[in-house]
Nanobody, 115 residues
């Protein structure tokens, strides 16, 4: 069973930065695309960013260049660098991958942007 464990969330002031990490295990990490999603209270889960096994990245339009997804295959870890954070970025952030017909999620890490 693939395991994804997110970390790095917390409370940050508007304009601040955070780096989220997602450590994967029980998976040939370098072979699979990874994604970050988020879910704000009362809202549906939405895609934030993805990175392919080859390192190609895509981002949600609303980010406007504020976030960067990256991966370290040697550490089986995917990162989400979040800059210029806004209150509307407050959400639980989830790591995701698909292996064949199966989809896997981490438990999430909560980010709160507030002064």
């Amino acid at each position: 069973q693939v395991q994804l464990v997110e970390s790095g969330g917390g409370l940050v002031q508007p304009g601040g930065s955070l780096r989220l990490s997602c450590a994967a295990s029980r998976i040939a990490f370098r072979l699979f695309a990874m994604g970050w999603y988020r879910q704000a209270p009362g809202k549906q889960r939405e895609l934030v960013a993805t990175i392919t096994s080859g390192g190609t990245t895509t981002y949600a339009d609303f980010l406007k260049g504020r976030f960067t997804i990256s991966r370290d295959n040697a550490k089986s870890t995917v990162y989400l660098q979040m800059n210029s954070l806004k209150p509307e970025d407050t959400a639980a952030y989830y790591c995701n991958t698909r292996v064949g017909w199966n989809e896997y999620w981490g438990q999430g890490t909560r980010v709160t942007v507030s002064s």
